[in-house]
């Protein structure tokens, strides 16, 4: 028993070894997040392109016994005390290399992952609560069990019935057969499990991806919100499997666009931002009319809006409200601060005007290429989850 015990022991402290083997990578992995929102294809390259991630090698003590009896010292002989170190330490990097850059000498390797297994971790560290999909009619079919019949595929077939038919059988016969090892079948006994397709209830969404892409817009400006438009783009389409995302962009004038075109916009002109309010309600309301579909916007702009806009972007976003589950708006702010930034921009003060009239809204800010995680945390965390 106490044997048993002992390699419960080992065990179990080799899988406490490995989760925190685990974990330390993770640690490189978002230590290393910084330099991988500075990839120049992080937008437009393959997610299935190899990333490599310097990581510690840890070095496991290793023992053999002596290769003679008398060749070497036992246990518990010679000058050695607990605590004392069994090798020297290694000499310092020289400067500039890699380990010396690393802040440490140690043994360092790289770890290659893909970029979508990076942005995954990411979503995953977030801990983010899933969005709320509408239940709506009938529309996707699945096969449901409906019953049973004598014939059918093997793999369905209903050995509990089938046994059951064949007692029936037996019992009801006014011979009775001489007895026999076993329960004998024959093809009426048989019961194989019928399948019919039919439609069920399905949960149905709909995000809405908006970007301002006039000439106040500057290209770092729009560099930051397509890379919040990208992490979030990938999580919705690796957590969800039916949600539909409509691209929009505008200046004076609102567009829709495929995906492939939205991430490689960019415009010039003035910012009206009442036109891309009322394009998003005419979609809803024509494509996504009849309450079956949660609906979600996600804005991005720096803030600047027509004077003469502002009474029909209020107007336009108030009538566009009702129909959004959520509405998440981010605001750019590269470089030195605006003075608008700080008081309180035209479109900031109308989804604040939105959140004080009780609409579920939420509004962050993104001056560098990690805010974009605290958009995300902050639009799911808080709204995007409320039905």
């Known amino acids: 028993m106490a044997d048993q015990s002992r390699w419960y022991e080992l ?9 925190r083997h685990n974990q330390k990578v993770r640690q490189a992995v978002l230590a290393y997040v910084p330099q991988f929102l500075e990839c120049p294809d992080l ?3 393959d997610p299935r392109r190899p990333v490599r991630v310097p990581l510690h090698l840890l070095e496991h003590a290793r023992f053999r016994l002596a290769d003679a009896p008398d060749g070497g010292s036992g246990a518990g002989h010679g000058p050695g005390r607990p605590g004392d170190m069994l090798r020297a330490g290694r000499e310092p990097a020289c400067a500039g290399s890699a380990e010396s850059l690393a802040g440490d000498d140690g043994v360092r390797m790289q770890l290659e992952f893909t970029a979508g297994d990076i942005t995954d971790w990411l979503w995953e560290e977030l801990e983010l609560p899933l969005l709320a999909p509408e239940t709506g009619p009938g529309k996707e079919p699945a096969n449901m069990r ?10 369905q077939l209903d050995r509990r019935r089938t046994a059951m038919q064949a007692v029936k059988r037996r019992a009801a016969q006014t011979t009775r057969p001489s007895p026999a090892p076993g329960l004998a079948y024959i093809n009426d006994d ?8 039919r439609r069920h209830a399905a949960s149905k969404a709909v995000v809405l991806f908006a970007l301002d892409v006039s000439a106040s817009m500057t290209l770092p400006e729009r560099k930051l919100a397509k890379t919040f438009f990208h992490f979030t783009l990938h999580g919705l389409r690796r957590r969800y499997q039916d949600v539909a995302v409509r691209f929009l962009a505008h200046a004076t004038r609102a567009w829709e666009f495929s995906e492939q075109e939205f991430f490689q916009i960019s415009g010039e002109g003035g910012t009206q931002a009442s036109c891309l309010f009322q394009l ?9 009319g009849g309450g079956h579909h949660n609906a979600y916007l996600f804005y991005a702009s720096d803030g600047e809006n027509y004077r003469e806009d502002r009474a029909a972007a209020s107007t336009a976003l108030a009538a566009l409200a009702p129909s959004l589950n959520f509405m998440g708006y981010a605001e750019t702010v590269v470089g030195a601060s605006r003075a608008n930034a700080a008081q309180g921009s035209e479109l900031q003060r109308l989804f604040a ?11 962050c800010t993104l001056a560098q290429p990690d805010d974009a995680w605290n958009a995300i945390r902050s639009f799911f965390g808080h709204g995007a989850a409320r039905k």
Request: hydrophobic content about 40%; glycine content about 10%; overall charge positive.
């Open 190 to 197: 048989l019961r194989f499990r019928q399948q019919q397709p």
């Open 43 to 45: 937008i437009s390259g």
């Open 353 to 363: 005007a939105r959140q004080h009239a009780g609409d579920a809204a939420a509004i």
């Open 280 to 288: 998003a309600h005419d979609i809803l309301r024509a494509d996504y």
């Open 11 to 19: 065990f179990s402290r080799g899988e406490r070894d490995w989760l």
């Open 146 to 155: 409906s019953g049973w019949n004598r014939q059918g595929a093997l793999s």
